[in-house]
């Protein structure tokens, strides 16, 4: 009776736990942590100002670096990037997570600086859904560059320059 009821047990949690791990995802804070030298806690709204006093910040693009977006109400934990490549001053490739599909790593992927200010304060990125750069720009803090407080690199902020607003 009791092995009956143990194996009962089982099998009801098997039920309910294969659905569960299935849906678990990779999420773009994890792959940049995985692949890059960026080490930040917290949803990737939060990377920009988590990132102040430990890593340089700026608004140019670096290999490496990671593009730190805001929240939006279409992403309201914001997202985050790894670059890979930069091909000129308004085009580079990424490497991310979660983007086009839940779950879904894409490595090399276009993304775009559509801001007026050439600041990268507005970026489109490609959307494999679509086949294309997406419907609308995203918003972005900037860049978060690797190492543990480098030698200033050009174009970075300080933290009195850190006017974002991290809400989603």
Known sequence: MLRKLIAALVAFLT???IPQAAQARLQCVAYARQVGDVQISGNARE?????QGRYERGQRPQ??????????SAMPYGHVAVVSKIVDARHLLINHANWSRPGMIERGVMAI???EAG???KVR?????TKSMGLRAAPAFGFIYPGSAPAA???TVTASADTGNAQG
């Open 63 to 72: 290999p490496g670096a990671v593009l730190a977006f805001r929240g939006t």
């Open 153 to 155: 690199a050009a174009g």
């Open 15 to 17: 039920i309910v736990a």
């Open 119 to 121: 600041d990268w304060s």
């Open 125 to 129: 990125v490609w959307y494999a859904r």
């Open 113 to 115: 600086d559509v801001s």
């Open 47 to 51: 990377w920009w100002s988590n990132a």
